[in-house]
């Protein structure tokens, strides 16, 4: 499989531990990783290998991937602005969409700057690196996602890690900085892997008492917590003290593409300053008329969010009647840790055989080293969508 000439100096051969693991992943069954969809036909049924599956793992919160509105609009922005933009925001990528989702984000956020990015992923990319420079320290959650951990490596600050959801930890580190240079804290509201939520309320406390901003990612949490869907920031009340926050189109806002929102209306000056901004082409005319039109439904239909958290409730509340122990508290991500990954690849298998979608994650993409089958729930959900999944589950070996 790698090079025969010279291993020692083969750019391949760092690759052979993991060609290992993904052997004995293979051997149980179906790809996890890249599994292949002949088709997807709604938000929550697709076919894979001729069988239909009902879809279990699709971070698709509200459901809104096929919502007329998000059709329609996406539809429209193609046959008025064409298939792309072909270039960055600062050259030819702009265009009057690009700025009006701004700012509505804005609006629905209450805050002064808004700025929207290509992909989720880039958007912490970019905003953390230019925000955080020489001199200055990055305080990061230790189970922060990979693009996190990629902005520190960008940015020339310094970075520390803090233990997982934990203020007082943060309050020691923080401590012991020197009196010089900016602090950024970065956190999430809902982490995407065990679905726990952030203390939020306690985490903007102790930054501001040590004159450090807060930035907070809310990829997996806007649209799903808050009384109008803004996060759990809003959820927690304490909205209007997050220094930023961003988040990603890909979840409830069906579409591709990110954003983040800033108390600071200096933050706009990152346009000029953030290289992932401004080397990439701005997002195509369809994503971006998708994501506005999930924020519209968002906004004017809460009826989205109370069926998200009702079919959430009854899946936590089945899974643990049938024996499973969830990783966190009932919410739009429900994951159940298994106690090796021999037993994970198996019984993703198993559910896959019986018609269930899930995620299957295993180390190094885990926190602490666990094996999980990783569920997210979505509001297009039946009730009895939810007891399929429930009674799948139940019969694992």
Not at 171 to 191: D, I, Q
Not at 287 to 307: D, F, G, K, M, W
Request: negative net charge; glycine residues 8%.
């Amino acid at each position: 499989m790698f090079d025969e000439l010279d291993k020692t100096r083969s750019i391949f051969r760092k690759f052979e531990p993991l060609a290992a693991r993904q052997s004995a992943v293979l051997s149980s069954g179906e790809q996890p990783f890249g599994l292949r969809f002949d088709d997807v036909q709604s938000a929550t049924h697709g076919r894979v290998n001729g069988r239909d599956i009902l879809l279990a793992g699709t971070n698709n919160y509200l459901g809104l991937t096929y919502s007329r509105p998000c059709l329609d609009a996406a539809h429209e922005a193609i046959d008025q602005h064409g298939t792309a933009t072909t270039g960055s925001r600062l050259a030819n990528g702009t265009y009057s969409i690009h700025e009006e989702l701004e700012q509505d984000l804005a609006d629905f956020f209450g805050l002064p700057s808004a700025v929207i990015f290509t992909t989720g992923y880039q958007a912490n990319l970019a905003a953390i690196s230019a925000l955080a420079g020489k001199g200055d320290h990055l305080l990061i959650d230790a189970d922060s996602h990979a693009c996190i951990y990629d902005a520190c490596r960008l940015s020339d600050a310094a970075t520390i890690r803090f233990r997982h959801n934990s203020p007082e930890d943060l309050e020691r580190r923080l401590s012991r900085l020197p009196s010089e240079g900016a602090r950024l804290v970065v956190v999430e509201g809902l982490y995407s892997m065990l679905g726990d939520v952030a203390p939020l309320a306690e985490f903007v406390e102790v930054a501001h008492r040590h004159d450090a901003y807060l930035y907070v990612d809310e990829a997996h949490s806007v649209g799903c917590y808050g009384e109008n869907g803004q996060g759990v920031a809003a959820a927690q009340g304490i909205l209007d003290k997050v220094d930023f926050l961003s988040g990603t189109f890909s979840k409830s806002f069906a579409s591709i593409g990110g954003f983040c929102v800033s108390r600071h209306a200096d933050f706009d000056f990152i346009r000029l300053m953030s290289r992932p901004y401004l080397f990439t082409a701005s997002g195509s005319p369809s994503n971006v008329a998708a994501a506005h039109a999930a924020l519209r439904q968002i906004r004017s239909e809460p009826e989205l969010r109370t069926s998200l958290w009702a079919r959430a409730n009854q899946l936590h509340e089945g899974l643990v009647r049938a024996g499973f122990e969830p990783a966190s508290a009932p919410g739009p991500v429900i994951a159940l840790p298994r106690p090796d990954q021999e037993t994970a690849v198996r019984q993703w298998n198993e559910l896959l055989e019986a018609g269930i979608y899930v995620n299957l994650a295993i180390p190094p993409a885990t926190p602490h080293a666990m094996s999980l089958l990783r569920l997210s729930v979505s509001a297009a959900h039946t009730s009895d969508d939810i007891d399929k999944i429930i009674n799948a589950f139940s019969r694992l070996r």
